[in-house]
């Protein structure tokens, strides 16, 4: 649909409307919201990793002065339903309901148990102090790999492992198992020259967004509940609350704040149903917080993984074969991304024998959510490294052998239909043709240490949604854009773009407004890639809508018919007469003639970005050290409405994956006890610790949108750990299979290597 | 007629084809084509009148909703597959 | 056991953005809870409750502080400057326009933090290089943009301060 066309304003790179509240501090996130006679509620959570929950007594803090109640699980109705929320992953909500409030077992350290409210947050975090809970402890499942035991202790007596939809004799802690397969491995592998099989195993890590979780519940006396909260989706918290809650729907408004970072990990509801039982029991709007100690154990993480991947390659250097085997560990209940990490592992390469196995498997974590490219960045890391070492083995070039190799439109996936219009190949092309691949690269470096260059590739699938836009003309030719799409990176800016573009006015006419679930239609989640192609066709859609709606009611004021009036973007004419939006949005006005009009759409989203990393990295031998000293992302965006907004999700993906790389991890003890959790401790990237992130947007139009657009969310958190990894092998000829490659796992690989030789 | 690509774990049930010809306007429609066919499937791929919770249908490389009565056009191509979620 | 808690509560007179102001706090409380619960200055942000984000950072006698780490009381008779006295969306200081420009913020969370932060930096070395500015901002943690933005911004916000 887009070629070279010359656009007015998308490619610019105008400020964001809600960018002076934000730099002058008066924007309101979920914890800044404060209303008349609102009480405060903390959570109690277990300091148990595994345990039965015997009885929980709460009369010593009921008798607390300043507590105004107390709640646990036996607040909250049974629920058995499956919901489709977010991107057609359907969720459990028993599970999600028993997660909220811990039922009869306490399945992970921080999992909530109770919950009080009281005049002041203080005297309520004194009065967890005084529930007492009897729990039997039980032995607690770390490790993704004896969790999978045939003698494991199980997590649920009732859990059985799933197959396509095939259940399994025993109950066990594997949940699910998925497979995919194509051709023939055994052959395949029989005419490889080099095939590499190698073991990962990468920890924990959290999403890390700076604002911990929040919400505010209101009931008004007629049975309608207002929720407060900082989400990436008001109508999924809607969905799962009526769902959790048994309160119809249409009797729940949500109002999304601002949100301080999402990545996935602000979709699933912890704290609103909490929040609206205790005000329903205290007759008083509720704000409950979570501290950073909860956000990091009682929130959801991205699972821990056992991976194996095998790759053959012939004499040509043609991949033969590929075999990839994904347990991801998926915490206290199912629902891990195994099935997106079997979708990506080998994602942007031209397979024809292939053999995908996924596990979902239950462990005493919290219960995992999605981080970013959920399931990918792990499955790439493995993927990406067996690559490197293919091509070290067989003096192959590792960009050339991914151009040789590289997936193209029609070639095989694992689920669904084949691909369709992808920039595989091209974003390669421009890492090949970038300032930093050309430039040379010094292994000693002045200051002693080793210096490496590894590269990877990683590709993200796009979802398409449900996106829902009203649009108001003022009389001055301003438009009210009314959209329910939560901005965590500057979406409002995209959208409104694309909206101006479209009904042929300035940017600066547009003014966007991100709505509760009342005032809008239905809009999916800010995520998956989906909200700048999404709400963005959305947009698009309205723009014609309104000129249409415009033109029935100005051509009576013309005395002419409707279909003699046409419209060339900014300009309404007929038989000689015209004038500017402008001039008939003044006419209208004056007239008393309003024009608001609404749309939704479903568009699909067939394809998905790709990207292409380059890193350069610093090791210092004596301490395992990394220091990524020149890092460069290529990435296909389809078509970049606010490139600086394409840049800043590039650069905050890569910066993301570095710590992913380098030194997140959730440090678990024999008793499953989380040791690290401050952000001292579980130490996300300071701006010591990434270099300049250089960008280079590659744009292959995406076939299904106006303009191209393609999501670029997620993908730039994919490559980073496997680019570095490379790096590392670059500069000390050692390989990590482990995540984090922190300092102490790097030195003793350095060590081990040089006690071998 | 509708060409259905049977996921890897249900091969066991087909016999081992990859690819399925049947006939019918409707989702409902194929997967009883099918279960005729091969006994058995219907279950792996539906609950009550829609999808299997957990799985996603495509038809015509488009990803449909979930119900059973979603119209398939003539020889469109149908695939079954994990639903997949982001973040 | 008590059920009541003795939390006879302190009276704080302090200066807070050039305005005298009088409020009164328990002693447990930390400036930033003082600042938001009490004064509704929500541009303080709590991020982590220990000291190592920098999303509730003020200026305390000018020099930079994280206000979760400093009791309330301790603000008595001192002045203290937070993200709302950085600046006025009718008279945006440079750092505050630099930032907007540059697109150094994606959820803006981290922003005022980084906003007293950059403040307290230019003040003292109004003219820094890239390494003293990342050195400076290491305190304060953003999850969004990689810094490389921030980065930027300061850099132009020293060039527009007339830092040559």
Redesign the interface.
Known sequence: MATETKYRVIGTRPVRPDGVDKVTGRALYGADIVLPRMAHARVLRSPHAHARIRSIDTRQAEALTGVLAVVTAKDLPDVDAILMVGEGGDVNMRHASHNILAHDKALYEGHAVAAVAATSPHIALEALKRIVVDYEALPPVIDVRKAMEPEATLLHEDQFTDTAGEKSEKPSNIASHTIAEEGDIEKGFAEAKVVVEREFVTQTVHQGYIEPHAAVAEWRSDGFLTLWCPTQGAFAVRQQCAQILQHPASHIKVVPTEIGGGFGGKISVYLEPVAAILSRKTGRPIKILMDRAEVLMGTGPTPGTYIKVKMGVDAEGNITAAQALLAYDAGAYPGSPVGAGCMTVFAPYRLKNVRIDGYDVLVNKPKSAAYRAPGATVAEFATETVVDEICEQMGLDPLEFRLKNGAKEGDWRPFGPPYTRIGAIECVEAAQGSDHWKAPLEHEAPNGKRRGRGVASGYWMNWGGTSSCTGRLNGDGSVFLLEGSTDIGGTRASIAMQFAEAFGVDYAQVIPQVVDTDTVGYNDVTGGSRTTFGTGYAAHALAQKMQRDIVEKLAPIWEVEPDTITVEGACYASNGKSATIMEVAKLLDEKGIQVVSSVTTSPHNSSGAFATHIADVEVDSETGKVDVVRYTAVQDAGKAIHPAYVEGQMQGGVAQGIGWALNEEYFYDSAGKLRNATLLDYRMPTTLDVPPIETIIVEVPSPDHPYGVRGAGEVPIVPPPAAIANAIYDAVGVRLQTLPMSPAKVCAAILAKEGAA | MAVVHI?????SLTGGETDVVVPGATLAEVVEALEERFPGLK???TEGDRI???M?V?VG???TP?HLSTRVPADA?I?F??????? | MPTELKTGKVAIHATINTEPTDWLSEPRETLLEALRDRLGLTGSKEGCGNGNCGACAVLMEGRLVNSCCVLAVEAEGASITTVEGCGTPEGLSPIQRCFLEEAALQCGFCTPGFIVATKALLEKTPNPTEDEIRWWLAGNLCRCTGYDKIVRAVQNAAAAMGGN
């Open positions: 996921p890897a774990p249900l091969r279950s792996r791929l299997r919770p957990g996603a495509f490389g488009v990803q979930f191509e695939y597959a994990p639903a997949i979620s982001g973040g």
